[in-house]
């Protein structure tokens, strides 16, 4: 394990590893802890008592947080005819077909997300080694495969996150920066665990949010009290 620095040493002091805060008193002290010299990104974990080994306990989607994340994504769109140029006016960074498809192969990825119409996965789908990897495969269930390309482009523009549970059943969402407002913290952070509670599988058993925690990329993981959310 690597030997924390002295100011990693400091800021882990103001954090009571044991006890469980409350959402707004967690965020602030993530904000108090943050001290690169970067605008770091603050990160909700969240645990759920889900088996993501059986087909009906996945949990995978996307949404718009209240106040976006504070980064502004790169948007590859696949599209052709008519909805390119739909897509293009929206607003995506890169537009195209058989020569984005023929630029990724050759290793090209100036781009954070993928959105493309169906009739264009049977080609982009021969990309699934390259971009699954990196997370970048369009996919129905986050609305990144759809013929709705403006939405799905100012949507992805606005502060679109995706989530999914890994296999030891934790689900990872960034939820802003630092800098933001204390507030617009909070209810993005509220916002996720809503909306990881309304897509609660129905076979899912026990308790369902096991545990939650906020941390910024630097600094120490805050852990957040699941009833200071949950009974709202």
Do not use: C
Request: aromatic share 6%; glycine share 8%; net charge positive.
């Amino acid at each position: 394990m690597a030997k924390l620095t002295k100011r990693q040493q400091e800021t882990a002091k103001l954090v009571d590893r044991s006890k469980a805060y409350d959402t707004k008193e967690a965020i602030e002290l993530v904000q108090k802890t943050a001290k690169a010299n970067f605008d770091e990104t603050v990160e909700a974990a969240f645990r759920l008592g889900v088996d993501p080994k059986k087909a009906d306990q996945q949990i995978r989607g996307a949404m718009v947080l209240p106040h976006g994340t504070g980064k502004t994504q790169t948007v590859l769109v696949f599209a052709k005819g008519d909805k390119a140029k739909e897509a293009e006016a929206a607003g995506a960074d890169y537009v195209g077909d058989q020569e984005l498809i023929n630029k990724i192969n050759q290793g090209w990825f100036e781009f954070d997300v993928v959105v493309a119409t169906p009739d264009m996965m049977a080609e982009v789908g021969k990309l699934g080694r390259v971009l699954g990897p990196k997370g970048l495969m369009p996919n129905p269930k986050t609305g990144t495969v759809t013929f709705e390309v403006e939405k799905a482009v100012n949507e992805i523009k606005a502060g679109k996150v995706e989530y999914r549970v890994d296999k030891s059943s934790n689900i990872h969402v960034p939820i802003g920066k630092v800098s933001f407002d204390l507030d617009k913290l909070v209810e993005n952070f509220e916002a996720i665990a809503d909306q990881l509670m309304k897509v609660k599988p129905q076979a899912a058993k026990g308790i369902y949010m096991r545990n939650a925690a906020v941390t910024s990329t630097m600094g120490p993981g805050v852990k957040v009290d699941t009833a200071s959310f949950l009974k709202k």
